[in-house]
């Protein structure tokens, strides 16, 4: 599932690399000014899925928070960030 995002971040760059979407940190931004508002993760759901991670997945796989952003990624390269949205 992950292979080519893996591939695109981690291997390619200049005119090989396939995309090169924007940071989580420019869509909040730009999903605020489309009179969004961010929701806080719940911390327990966080815990569970921390140690399923822990329990079933190699330990290079990362999870992490910033700003009420989930982070998920490999040897320290953030591949997805994951939020809740709702009309302010």
């Not at 893996?6 to 605020?32: D, F, H």
């Not at 079933?56 to 809740?84: N, T």
Request: glycine content about 4%; charged content about 25%; overall charge positive.
């Amino acid at each position: 599932f992950f292979g080519r995002a893996v591939m695109n971040v981690i291997a390619c760059e200049g005119l090989e690399r396939v995309e090169r979407p924007e940071t989580y940190k420019q869509s909040q931004v730009r999903i605020s000014r489309a009179r969004f508002k961010q929701l806080p993760l719940n911390q327990e759901l966080m815990s569970v899925i921390r140690a399923k991670i822990k329990e079933w997945y190699h330990k290079d796989f990362i999870l992490d928070e910033d700003s009420h952003w989930m982070l998920q990624g490999w040897k320290g390269r953030i591949f997805y960030a994951s939020s809740c949205w709702v009309p302010a």
